[in-house]
């Protein structure tokens, strides 16, 4: 059995170091206090008894647990990141534990009138008679991901102190900056030296996820000409007039307002506007490789003809690939699914496999020659003062970190 107040306390220890990530920052790690807890996970790394413990100039973290066995066995990693998101304070946070849950409305923050309430938020009601952590309402609470960073270590030390559990050589990394897209960027996929991977970095108990969206982003650049409104019949260019059109030539139900599931969009997130040049900024995304082009191909269609419609290159267009779907790289190696699949269901928890409309560093990282699906790390509410975290679902994942390794070692062949 995981130790639980040793897991509560090393999860708090975690997240009452502030780590939050920088977007407008150019170094690595973007923030120089990730470095704290970087510095102390490699010092616990240490601790616990694993080897090869690293960390570079950039504060990723690598370390190994070695195989216990003498038959071949694939190398395979779990991977979490440090950073918090920018989008919320992660500093000064304040944990309550909220013991034998029942379904009621939890006041996070009484003088400011923060409830974590199950009318609001149903997933509460999933987890009567467990154990949660909640913030006090004035912060985030950073179990995305420094949940997935306890569950790691947690199992790891927990593989250690009980060599019975046969297992192969098991790869641990640790990286700063995901939640501004980061994350694998300066990941040394050779130096880790995995078969694959898994990032414990999703929500709910249950959750797998091998596919993600397609991504990329387009400025479309409309140019008009200014000129005295008095005096411009026949000469004034009105670039937010063109660029309404542009607008209004995509389909007006494939947006995210009205997209779920396998659906995908296009997303208009900014425009800047006027009389001489309005600039629009959009996301493209979808599941579908083939949908995905064809999206692309329409915005540059319509800039096409709405530039021979007016006689003239009124309208530029800029698309560049974000990222891509990593079904690509895991379909082919899909027994690193099925093995976690099956590790769940040993452990009697459902796995929900569904595809993440979004990214993930485990879809870099797959393009990077490192195939790695996502598991779920057991917070909800990610990014903001009503994220919280069910202990239950920290012990199960960590359980489920060291089934697929045990699991790995059973099956000889791959
Ligand atoms: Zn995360």
């Known amino acids: 059995m995981i130790h639980r107040q040793r897991l509560i306390d090393r999860f708090i220890s975690y997240i009452t170091i502030d780590t939050e990530s920088d977007p407008n920052s150019n170094t690595t790690p973007s923030t120089k206090k990730q470095w704290d807890l970087a510095n102390k996970l490699v010092e616990e790394l240490k601790a616990i008894g694993m080897t090869?413990?690293?960390?570079?100039?950039?504060?990723?973290?690598?370390?190994t647990l070695p195989s216990n066995v003498n038959h071949d066995v694939p190398v395979i990693g779990f991977i979490s990141h440090f950073d918090t998101s920018p989008d919320f304070t992660g500093a000064n946070i304040n944990p309550q534990i909220v013991e034998n849950y029942q379904g009621q409305d939890l006041v996070l923050n009484a003088q400011q009138d923060i409830v974590l309430s199950p009318d609001y938020f149903e997933d509460l009601l999933l987890y009567k008679g467990q154990t949660l952590i909640t913030t006090d309402g004035t912060t985030l609470l950073g179990a995305d991901d420094k949940a997935g960073i306890t569950e790691i270590m947690s199992a790891m030390e927990y593989l250690i102190q009980h060599p019975e559990i046969k297992h192969g050589t098991i790869k641990v990394g640790f990286t700063p900056d995901e939640e501004i897209g980061r994350g694998a960027h300066k990941f040394d996929v050779e130096k880790f030296g995995a078969e694959w991977a898994y990032t414990m970095d999703g929500s709910q108990i249950g959750e797998l996820e091998y596919e993600n969206f397609n991504a990329a982003g387009a400025i479309v650049k409309v140019n008009g000409k200014i000129v005295h409104p008095g005096y411009a019949k026949g000469k004034m260019v009105n670039s937010m007039y063109h660029a309404t059109e542009f607008i209004n030539a995509l389909p007006k139900q494939e947006v995210p307002e009205h997209t779920?599931?396998?659906?995908?969009?296009?997303?208009?997130?900014?425009?800047?506007?006027?009389?001489?040049?309005?600039?629009?900024?959009?996301?493209?995304?979808?599941?579908?490789?083939?949908?995905?082009?064809?999206?692309k191909a329409l915005m540059q269609n319509v800039v096409d003809d709405l530039n021979k419609k007016y006689g003239k290159s009124i309208f530029e267009i800029e698309i560049k690939d974000q990222y891509f779907n990593m079904k690509e790289k895991v379909e082919p190696v899909m027994h690193i699914v099925d093995i976690a699949e099956e590790a769940m269901k040993q452990l009697s928890i459902t796995p929900l496999i569904k595809a993440i409309r979004g990214g993930t560093d485990g879809s870099q990282l797959s393009y990077m020659g490192l195939p790695c699906p996502n598991i779920f790390a057991g917070g909800h509410n990610f990014h903001g003062r009503y994220e919280y975290v069910p202990v239950e679902s920290m012990i199960k994942a960590t359980e489920v970190i060291c089934k697929i390794a045990e699991l790995?070692?059973?099956?000889n062949k791959f």
């Open 52 to 63: 090869d413990v690293s960390i570079d100039e950039n504060a990723y973290i690598m370390a």
């Open 260 to 295: 779920e599931g396998y659906e995908g969009f296009f997303h208009l997130y900014d425009i800047k506007g006027s009389v001489e040049v309005t600039t629009l900024e959009y996301i493209i995304r979808d599941h579908d490789l083939s949908k995905f082009e064809a999206r």
């Open 408 to 411: 790995t070692a059973k099956k």
